[in-house]
């Protein structure tokens, strides 16, 4: 039992200490890069195309600056909530002052680009197509 014990603890020492951090960009880029095809949704409802950035906006403490563009058209800053620093879950979406969503005329997000700003100049974009991201 004592080694058992022992070993427990042992490897409670060897788990890397930043594993868990997700407000900084080190804690959160590996994510993204694994989950770059699920950080946005396009969505039809009530006769407009919502485009959600729900995914994205949950690693929102680690990224300097999202912005996005569809069509071929400029860049632009999302504006969402900001990260609740000093509460237990700071990445937490409250969605009291923010929506985790844009509106765009139906059917108008046929080709949509996300960018992804660090603290450390680094920079992640990803391109989708409506029909990759399309949910009912």
Known sequence: MHLIRTTLCAL??????GAQDFTTSAGVKPILELIKAQWV???????????????????RCGIQQISFAYNGGPFQPLQHEPCHEGEANPSALKVE???PYVVAPLDSLQNIA???????????VQGYDR????IN
């Open 114 to 124: 996300v960018e992804l700003q660090f603290d450390d100049g680094s920079v992640m």
């Open 97 to 99: 002052t923010h929506l």
């Open 12 to 17: 409670c020492f060897a788990l890397p200490t």
């Open 41 to 59: 949704a396009v969505r039809p409802y009530d006769g407009k195309d919502h485009l959600y950035f729900s995914t994205l906006l949950v690693y």
């Open 131 to 134: 029909a990759s991201i399309l």
